[in-house]
């Protein structure tokens, strides 16, 4: 397993696996119609926009690479928000690979990498509130829920979405 950074080239590739991963995770959650037939276009587009400068925040694509293929990916926010800090706004393994600690060791690695970058204070995500599997996978990672949103998802639905924090990221390292 090596991590690198992903580049505008990586687009698709974390747009595929995004979208196998929400239609893994998600099921029951986002409409039916939007996972079968919606979901690898919207991420496809939303990837492509991401690299092509449309982001006006900074931010950082880790990925998990085996054999040349990506398993996993963080997309990162560093020094987000005065309080919280750094925002994962994603985190994604192929779903054949949960359980298996990819997801931890990336969560280390980003936290060594807002470290060695000077944004030690704290980093946050939101998690859908269905999605149990990965709360449970954020609060055994030391992530505390500090309160609740309701989010738009793209596929319009509105759900509630809760804050995992971490205010010292060193307990992230492996």
Not at 50 to 67: K, M, P, Q, Y
Not at 163 to 171: T, V
Request: charged share 25%; with cysteine; aromatic share 10%.
């Amino acid at each position: 397993m090596s991590f690198r950074d992903a580049t505008a080239e990586d687009a698709d590739a974390i747009a595929h696996l995004h979208a196998e991963s929400w239609r893994s995770a998600y099921r029951g959650t986002f409409s039916d119609d939007f996972l079968d037939h919606q979901v690898h276009q919207e991420r496809a587009a939303a990837w492509n926009a991401r690299f092509s400068g449309a982001e006006s925040r900074g931010f950082f694509v880790l990925l998990a690479e085996s054999a040349g293929q990506i398993e996993g990916f963080a997309c990162v926010f560093p020094a987000d928000h005065a309080i919280f800090g750094s925002y994962v706004d994603n985190l994604h393994v192929q779903p054949k690979l949960t359980g298996r600690g990819l997801g931890r060791r990336l969560l280390s690695e980003v936290a060594r990498r807002l470290m060695a970058e000077g944004f030690p204070d704290g980093m946050y995500l939101w998690v859908v509130e269905q999605n149990q599997r990965a709360l449970r996978f954020y609060e055994r990672a030391g992530a505390k829920v500090v309160g609740s949103e309701i989010h738009t998802m793209p596929d319009g639905q509105n759900v509630r979405a809760l804050r995992c924090h971490w205010p010292d990221i060193r307990l992230l390292l492996l």
